[in-house]
């Protein structure tokens, strides 16, 4: 939900409800700015996920599926292998779900109702 939304939806409780003093909160809505995402957050959430990837990274590579060629001075060289990709955006997701405070879906369930009294 945008803040005009939830701007609409207060302004239109207001005429419904007496109660609460909706004025006041539609200020404070329109008050309210927007996050900005800066170098410093950015830098901070990617040491978070550098961090959470290495401390899990035994889960990170799929061994089942590394394939080896032995050379002709009888080196043995590491040819292929496969990350677990699902595994690593878990742990990217995680990461990034601890910086998001509230998501559209949860501000959409605090909407007004208004009771019947």
Do not use: W
Request: a negative charge; charged letters at 35%.
């Amino acid at each position: 939900m945008k803040k005009e939304e939830l701007v609409k939806q207060l302004e239109a409780a207001k005429a419904l409800s007496s109660q609460v003093d909706i004025d006041k909160v539609v200020e404070l809505i329109k008050r309210l700015e927007t996050p900005t995402f800066t170098q410093e957050l950015a830098d901070e959430i990617a040491n978070k996920i550098e961090l959470c990837l290495d401390n899990n990274s035994d889960g990170l590579v799929d061994l089942d599926s590394a394939e080896f060629e032995l050379n002709y001075d009888n080196r043995i060289e590491l040819n292929r292998v496969d990350v677990n990709v699902s595994e690593i955006m878990e742990h990217i997701v995680a990461v990034i779900d601890d910086f998001v405070s509230v998501d559209d879906e949860e501000v959409s369930a605090f909407k007004f109702t208004p009771s019947e009294d």
